[in-house]
């Protein structure tokens, strides 16, 4: 109880409250050191996701915190009240599929393609009532335009096509 509320007194004291509440809850809820990676990730900031951080959260991919790490991603995309949490989750898939455990990661998108469809109509009003879901909404139709033209391609087009350049290029078959 004591760290709980050293982490709320330091967050009233340096005026960091959203970070310092993401601490308090890695607390509470006694997520593992891997899960607390997943969660700055894809927090609600503006800030693109660090790509040190997503290189560790790769890591992951390949040892038993795998589906710890998928689980928070499935939650956080599923998140309707912050864009940046939904689009993160997306930086991420895309980061993870390059260079995490491609096979494994594949296979988690293929099986929950319905929450990626889910972002396709993401809409969320800020403060003055304009709707700041255009680029979750995109980046969500690149990955569904991938998997509905291109389902049986290899690693390194699964990728590019993902990551949005188009997997042109290689011998395609006719």
Known sequence: MDSMRKVYQESVSTGNMKRNIRELKNKMYAYSEMEQMVRECTCNDAQTPSEMLMKEIAKGTFTVE???????????LKDKTNEHHAFKCLVLLEFLLQHG??????S??????HHIQGV??????NANGIDVGHDVREKAHRFLKFFRDQHSVGPVDVAAVALGSGGGGGSGGG
């Not at 455990?101 to 594949?106: A, S």
């Open 66 to 76: 795998f589906s710890s790490i998928m689980t928070i991603v499935w939650k956080r």
């Open 101 to 106: 455990n491609h096979e494994m990661v594949l």
């Open 108 to 113: 988690q998108v293929q099986n929950n393609l």
């Open 120 to 125: 396709t109509s993401f809409s969320l009003k």
